[in-house]
Nanobody
Framework: QLQASGGGLVQPGGSLRLSCTASRFALRYYAIGWFRQAPGKEREGVGCISSTDDGSTYVVDSVKGRFTISMDNAKNMVYLQMNSLTPEDTAVYYC?????????????????WGQGTLVTVSS
């Protein structure tokens, strides 16, 4: 029900914007998290945006100042804007939600996951 998109190949220092959308529910009612899994590594959280009841966002320290999360209610999209990318950002990126109305970040559990989108940072 969730779908992440927008990945691709980008040079170090470049930018990408990933999108997360849902076909059957409005994202604005739920906390939406972004995760990534690099080759050979465990999945890690990147950040989260709360439902519009709260609207708060956060990103983890490793991407703070480079990545931001936003929501476009009209388009039913959550974005992960990634700037100043490095090869260490290479991973499959996923969005997920708890599907609990009014939830704030971080939710107790992420129960719904979308298919990921591959981001490759390389020269």
């Amino acid at each position: 029900q969730l779908q992440a998109s927008g990945g691709g190949l980008v040079q170090p220092g470049g930018s990408l914007r990933l999108s997360c959308t849902a076909s059957r529910f409005a994202l604005r009612y739920y906390a939406i998290g972004w995760f990534r899994q690099a080759p050979g590594k465990e999945r890690e959280g990147v950040g989260c945006i709360s439902s519009t009841d709260d609207g708060s966002t956060y990103v983890v320290d490793s991407v703070k100042g480079r990545f931001t999360i936003s929501m476009d209610n009209a388009k039913n999209m959550v974005y992960l804007q990634m700037n100043s990318l490095t090869p260490e950002d290479t991973a499959v990126y996923y969005c997920a939600t708890d599907k609990v109305a009014g939830s704030s970040c971080p939710p107790l559990a992420y129960n719904y996951w979308g298919q990921g989108t591959l981001v490759t940072v390389s020269s």
